[in-house]
C-alpha cells in the first residue's frame, strides 16, 4: 500500500483542497484521477463531460463522478480544476470549448501521452489563461479503456510528469502536483520537448513494437496455431498491442519525429540480428543478448 505522506485528505468539515473538479473524458485515466481523489475527500464535488451521454452514465453508475453535464462548457464553468483527458486528436475541439466557459482563476491541465503539441495548442488557444495551463502526463495505465476499465489505485507509486513553460503559474504548478501526490503518484516536472523525447523511447517505440509483431504473426497462414501455442514471451510483449488504436494513432501522430528517430535505431538494431544470423555469427548474438540482459537487470 502506498504511503499517503504526500496527500492532504480533507476533513469532513474542512474546505476541499478543490471545490469543483470537471472531467472531461471519464475513461481509464480520468476515472482513476477520479476514483483515487474520492477516495481521499480531495474534491467537493467532481463533475465529468464529454462526447457521449452514455459513458457519462456509466461513468456515474460507477461513482467515478457525482454528475456530468452533456455540454462540456456548463460543466467548466463550475469548475475549479479542469482535468482533460481525451484522446490527443480531440484535445484542440475541447480546449476551443473550454476556454470561454473557464472561471477566471480555474486551473487547467491534461494527460495526454505526448507534451509538445499539446503545449503549444494550449498557448494558442488559452491565450493569456495558458498561464493556469499545466500540461501533464501519468506513466500509468493499462490496455484497457472507458469508465469499466478505471480504478482508483492506478496512479499509486508511478510518475506523473509535467511540463510547465516559462509562462506557468507556480500556483497553478502547485495545485496539479498537490492534486497528482494525493492520488498517490510521485510527481517530476521536465521540459515538453525532452518529456516526447524519453516517452518516444520507453513507451512509443514499445508500442510501435508490440502492434507490428501482432501484425506480423496475424497476416501468418497458420495464425490459429500460432496463437494457440503463443504464451510467455509472446504474451508479455505483445499485451500492450491491446490498447486503444485511436489513442495510440494520435500519441504517434503527436510525436512523430521523435518516434521516427527511435525506429531507425531499433531497425539497426534488429539489422544487426539479422545480419549475425545470416553469418551464423553465435558470439556476435550472445555479445547483444548478453549487454541487453546486462542493462535489463541493471535498470528494471
Ligand atoms: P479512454 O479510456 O478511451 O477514455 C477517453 C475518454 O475521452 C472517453 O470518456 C471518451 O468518451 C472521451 N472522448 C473521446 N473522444 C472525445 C471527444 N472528441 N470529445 C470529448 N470526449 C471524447 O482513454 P484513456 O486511456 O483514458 O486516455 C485518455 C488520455 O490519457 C489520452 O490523451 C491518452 O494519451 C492519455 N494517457 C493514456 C494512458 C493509457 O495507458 N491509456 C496513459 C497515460 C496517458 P466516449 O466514450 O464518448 O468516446
Wanted: aromatic share 6%; hydrophobic share 45%; with cysteine.
Amino acid at each position: 500500500m502506498h504511503s499517503k505522506q504526500a496527500s492532504t485528505p480533507t476533513q469532513p468539515d474542512s474546505i476541499p483542497a478543490i471545490p469543483v473538479l470537471c472531467v472531461i473524458g471519464t475513461g481509464l485515466i480520468g476515472g482513476s484521477l477520479s476514483l483515487a481523489l474520492k477516495q481521499q475527500n480531495y474534491c467537493g464535488r467532481i463533475i465529468g463531460a464529454g462526447r457521449s451521454e452514455a459513458t457519462l452514465q456509466r461513468a456515474k453508475q460507477l461513482a467515478i463522478i457525482d454528475d456530468y453535464d452533456t455540454s462540456i462548457a456548463a460543466a467548466v464553468a463550475q469548475a475549479d480544476m479542469v482535468f482533460v483527458s481525451v484522446p490527443l486528436g480531440a484535445m484542440s475541439a475541447v480546449f476551443e470549448q473550454i476556454k470561454p466557459a473557464l472561471k477566471a482563476d480555474a486551473v487547467v491541465t491534461d494527460a495526454g501521452s505526448a507534451k509538445q503539441q499539446v503545449v503549444n495548442l494550449a498557448e494558442k488557444i488559452f491565450a493569456e489563461h495558458s498561464q493556469r495551463f499545466v500540461a501533464g502526463h501519468p506513466i500509468a495505465g493499462t490496455e484497457n479503456s472507458g469508465p469499466a476499465a478505471a480504478f482508483a489505485e492506478l496512479y499509486q507509486q508511478r510518475r506523473v510528469i509535467l511540463t510547465p513553460t516559462t509562462h506557468t503559474l507556480a500556483s497553478a504548478l502547485e495545485q496539479v502536483t498537490a492534486m497528482w501526490q494525493a492520488t498517490g503518484a510521485t510527481v517530476e516536472r521536465m521540459d515538453a520537448t525532452h518529456h516526447d523525447k524519453v516517452l518516444a523511447a520507453t513507451s512509443h517505440l514499445p508500442h510501435a513494437i508490440a502492434f507490428a509483431l501482432v501484425d506480423c504473426l496475424a497476416s501468418m497462414d497458420d495464425i490459429d496455431e500460432i496463437f494457440r501455442f503463443a504464451a510467455g514471451g509472446f504474451r508479455d510483449i505483445s499485451r500492450i498491442a491491446s490498447s486503444d488504436p485511436v489513442m495510440w494513432r494520435d500519441t504517434f501522430m503527436q510525436n512523430r519525429e521523435q518516434i521516427l528517430e527511435m525506429i531507425q535505431r531499433y531497425q539497426a538494431e534488429l539489422d544487426i540480428i539479422y545480419q549475425a544470423l545470416q553469418s551464423s555469427d553465435a558470439a556476435s548474438l550472445q555479445a547483444l543478448f548478453t549487454r541487453a540482459k546486462k542493462s535489463r537487470d541493471q535498470f528494471v
